[in-house]
């Protein structure tokens, strides 16, 4: 069984769930000497943002698969080291989308009402209202600075408050940010028009600082800067010294540079709302959290390829349930085709058509080329480090997209050129499982999992009977059979779905039958 180390709390829903398919161990507080000598004995390890996942940690972690992130963001894991050794991380970035959203609509409103402020008054026995008078949020501009899943979550209530939204993210496209309710605009004029100015982007090198003093100034007098996203997004001095010179009219942070924040001049600012980093604190979110990097974590041990994958491909909500099959059947198909082909391959193409055509296809690439190299690289082959070894090792393909299919709802093909030809392997989904449809140029239709026995023979009366008495005799099950042929009495293909695998001993008889030319066995 798969061993999984938990270093930090998570909620107890997503333990649950990671002990449901491993042997899970937390052990919180370790230091960075104790981690190194622990990390070796697990599959997988699991964090939130105080455990230092470096490239000496994923070193040491000789059998980890997978490192999840129980929450957004992976500053505090080295994505590429673990991408170089193959290792996934997976995290939870959709699970305090609505919990960090929530929170932005609060400061908005504590800010506009100086709802703090006055609370904070009232406890000292003050009776101040004509100090705290505010104003409403209807009809105002808010700005926000990235229109991923948060900054849409905020634009959608932002909305219900009537307020006009400006938008600004160089990979969300105009029809998207329409859909949001979102006016999509450059940076400057976010930056310049809106009454609130709100963060919603990951920390990165070019997102470090990006509102600065330049931009500070370029703001209205009545504004205010809203940051619940990443800490070092907002240069906190150059913040400080704009409110010093009233710039702007206010901000509200709940993530800081340096946390804890000890000694920083926003904290008790009278014109600032900070908040010890309450994005994800609430019930909800934290469960989530929990549930969800729990089956990211169960998925990639499994050999699969988790929806929230950090260093794999971001698939967009409405296409995964489309592609999620097809990652499947793509490495399974890959595999297939490598056992099968046993002969230099000196390309590879990889065709999509019907609705494989009209979504993200790069896990798919991803899936097949792990099938392609699993059976041939001494070091573990994952998704995420296929592209790399296949670049290594001079691997060419080629891929088209065809979103005309009139057979089949989708259809994924693999053709390997050989100096004999190209052998063309295929396969699509029906109800909701991989099936191949064309194997080595003849077509079959199985389900690609579990043993599975291939001969390549002539059509002859008899031939079923007679493998099926040898696998008999090794006390192996068929449990489906397909065959598939050229034309009558010539070249054909079976394919034989068992329960156990054939025995080099059985393989060995079955090949040296009249009229097999050759046989395989393969467990997918």
Not at 389 to 399: C, I, M, S, T, V
Request: charge should be negative; glycine fraction near 8%; include cysteine.
């Amino acid at each position: 069984m798969d061993r999984i180390l938990v270093t930090e709390k998570i909620a107890a829903e997503g333990l649950a769930a990671l002990r449901k398919s491993a042997e899970v161990d937390v052990q919180t507080n370790l230091d960075k000497d104790t981690l190194l000598r622990t990390v070796p004995e697990y599959d997988a390890l699991v964090v939130r943002s105080g455990t230092k996942v470096t490239a000496e940690v994923l070193a040491a972690g000789t059998k980890l698969r997978v490192v999840g992130r129980a929450g957004t963001g992976v500053d505090n894991i080295d994505v590429g080291a673990a991408t170089e050794r193959g290792v996934m991380v997976v995290n939870a970035p959709a699970s305090n989308s609505v919990a960090v959203a929530e929170l932005t609509i609060n400061f908005i409103l504590a800010l506009a009402r100086q709802l703090t402020h006055a609370q904070a008054s009232l406890v000292d026995q003050k009776w101040e209202r004509s100090k705290f008078m505010g104003f409403e949020v209807r009809g105002k501009t808010l700005g926000l600075v990235g229109l991923g899943r948060i900054g849409a979550e905020v634009a959608r209530r932002a909305r219900a408050l009537e307020m006009h939204i400006l938008a600004f993210d160089p990979v969300v496209s105009t029809d998207r940010a329409t859909q949001i309710g979102a006016t999509m605009t450059t940076l400057d004029e976010v930056i310049a028009q809106s009454d609130f100015v709100s963060l919603h982007v990951p920390m990165t090198d070019s997102n470090y600082h990006l509102i600065n003093a330049d931009r500070l100034a370029q703001m209205k007098p009545t504004a205010y800067v809203i940051n619940a996203a990443r800490g070092g997004i907002v240069d906190e001095v150059a913040l400080a010294n704009a409110l010093e010179q009233n710039q702007i009219a206010g901000a509200a942070i709940d993530v800081f540079e340096k946390e804890p924040p000890i000694g920083n001049s926003l904290i008790g600012h009278p014109h600032v709302i900070c908040t010890p980093h309450l994005g994800a604190s609430t019930n909800e979110a934290q469960a989530l959290s929990g549930v969800d990097v729990a089956e990211g974590v169960i998925t990639a041990l499994a050999g699969g390829t988790p929806r929230y994958a950090v260093n794999a491909p971001f698939v967009a909500p409405e296409e995964w349930e489309v592609l999620a099959p097809y990652i499947t059947l793509g490495q399974r198909l890959g595999a297939l085709c490598m056992g099968l082909v046993q002969e230099p391959v000196q390309s590879y193409e990889f065709e999509y058509r019907g609705e494989l055509a009209n979504v993200e296809t790069a896990p798919v690439r991803m899936a097949i080329l792990q099938g392609l190299l699993s059976g041939t690289c001494e070091q573990r082959v994952t998704p995420v480090n296929a592209p790399l070894l296949a670049r290594d090792r001079g691997l060419k393909f080629q891929e088209l997209s065809n979103a005309d299919d009139h057979s089949y709802s989708g259809l994924l093909t693999i053709r390997a050129e050989t100096a004999h030809g190209p052998r063309e392997f295929a396969g699509t989904i029906l109800r909701d499982e991989p099936h191949v449809i064309e194997a080595d140029n003849y077509w079959v239709n199985f389900t690609p999992s579990g043993p599975l026995l291939f001969t390549y023979h002539r059509d002859r009366p008899g031939m079923i009977g007679r493998v099926g008495t040898l696998l008999g005799s090794g006390d192996v099950n068929v449990s489906g059979m397909h065959v598939g042929r050229q034309a009558p009495r010539m070249s054909a293909m079976m394919v034989l779905t068992l329960d156990d695998p054939v025995s080099p001993k059985i393989l060995s008889k079955i090949a040296e039958e009249p009229d097999i030319e050759r046989a395989y066995s393969i467990v997918l």
